[in-house]
């Protein structure tokens, strides 16, 4: 009792001079606070990088302080004395934590799955979407073995294939849906109902060693399922039996064709290289066009004679696997530094990896920006200047000038592999 009252009274002592002396009593460090002026306020310090946020505009060299989990302050010049860790990003970007839209993460269960750390987390992406590699039967794995257990924040779309992507691999190329019977709208409504907090919409994967003959009834359901629990389907394309324009004549705003750029029949340019019409419609209804690298899926011809005629991607994502991880993808940084060699500014590319990708699926949480408040993901990366040679899924080289390469990642605050990342404890 005396003693707190004493503690009190020095408290007050010292909120009113700055010149007292340190005394090595408990209330020390206060004491030291009041007479350097300040307690460290702030968690982490994201200190001198060049700061690229798309959400609010910003291209500038900022700090970017970080209390608990969210994002305190965007400035200049914050003192380092202001935070209990600072992490040194002089002469790097920092962006918001990359959301990468489509990856296949269901390790050990599925052929394409890898494991979601080393490939998402560990190299700047925050938040990974795996898309359709599992369906309805498979998803409750996902759920808790990869996704519960994650450091990287992962979220899904659920294959409309009850088996999800089991089937496919390398040496197996058949697909989910080549028995149409195993596209079951009424238990992906089940699973979506009972997962909502993570399952953020339908997959679908067309292509004749896919869907077979079947395409349109197999989108049909996805459509079925989609409608039911209104939420966007996203689309495989290429390699169809049935013509790209109808299959995108299904699809309503706020619906996602991946593999945009994909060299293949089916793709969204037609024998003269000329952009479908009804692809231009579909951007204009508002569906979405997604990169999805993958193992097969893009080619710098396809995109330069596309984006030169006006159709840009909305999203930019790696369709990371197990038969990609080793290039030509890697990892999805390099799949941003492809479209840097194809004319984009940094500022455009990741903005498509991040507001725009946190625009084109509902995610729980505000992501994909640095605004005060926000949840607290960035990502550091160097700009390297040199001649670096990018391969396609044609065997195509383009050499580009610049690459990002990931330096370091933060997700709620908290260093990815560093002392406050609670996965270290
Ligand atoms: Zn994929």
């Known amino acids: 009792m005396r003693q707190s009252k004493i503690k009190s009274e020095t408290r007050s002592i010292a909120t009113k ?15 030291l606070a009041v007479q350097k002026g300040s307690e460290p306020r702030y968690s982490l310090l994201v200190k001198g990088g060049r700061v690229i946020d798309p959400s609010q505009g910003i291209s500038d060299e900022l700090d970017v302080a970080i209390s608990g989990s969210r994002v305190a302050r965007l400035a200049k010049n914050i003192p380092e004395s202001s935070a209990e860790l600072v992490l040194d990003a002089r002469g790097k970007i920092v962006t918001p934590g990359l959301i990468d839209l489509h990856v296949h993460v269901y390790d050990s269960a599925t052929p394409l799955g890898i494991p979601p750390d080393p490939n998402c987390i560990a190299k700047g992406v925050t938040t990974a979407v795996d898309a359709g590699t599992s369906g309805a039967h498979t998803f409750p794995g996902l759920r808790r073995f990869i996704i519960n257990v994650a450091s990287t924040r992962i979220y899904a779309l659920l294959n409309i294939s009850t088996i999800g992507m089991t089937p496919n691999s390398f040496d197996n190329q058949w697909g989910e849906l080549l028995d149409l019977r195993h596209a079951n709208p009424r238990l992906a409504i089940q699973t979506i109902e009972k997962n909502r907090d993570v399952i953020l919409g339908i997959k679908i994967r067309l292509g004749k060693n896919l869907s ?63 952009v479908l019409p009804a692809a231009f419609k579909a951007g204009e209804r508002g569906v979405h066009f997604d990169v999805g690298h993958g193992q097969g899926s893009f080619a710098f011809e396809v995109a330069e004679k596309a984006m030169a005629q006006g159709l840009l991607p909305g999203t930019i994502s790696s369709d990371l696997h197990h038969y990609n991880v080793y290039g030509p993808v ?71 000038q610049l690459k990002l390469v990931p330096a370091a990642t933060v997700k709620s605050g908290a260093i990815y592999g560093g002392p406050t990342d609670p996965s270290q404890w």
């Open 212 to 274: 077979g003959e079947h395409d349109l009834q197999a989108l049909k359901l996805a459509r079925e399922a989609a409608d039911a629990v209104q939420l966007p389907i996203m689309v495989h394309i290429g390699g169809t039996t049935s013509p790209l324009p109808k299959i995108l004549a299904m699809l309503k705003k706020g619906d996602i064709v991946t593999h945009c750029y994909r060299a293949s029949s089916e793709g969204i340019l037609n024998e003269k290289g000329r």
């Open 17 to 31: 001079s700055k010149s007292l002396r340190l005394s090595l009593t408990e209330g020390s460090r206060e004491l």
């Open 330 to 400: 890697f990892d999805l940084a390099t799949t941003l530094s492809k479209f840097l060699l194809l004319g984009m500014t940094l500022e455009q590319v990741i903005e498509r990896a991040t507001t725009n990708a946190a625009r084109a699926l509902t995610f729980p949480l505000g992501l994909g920006t640095l605004k005060e408040g926000a949840e607290a993901d960035v990502a550091v990366f160097e700009l390297r200047e040199g001649n670096f040679d990018f391969v396609d899924t044609v065997k195509q080289k383009r050499r580009g």
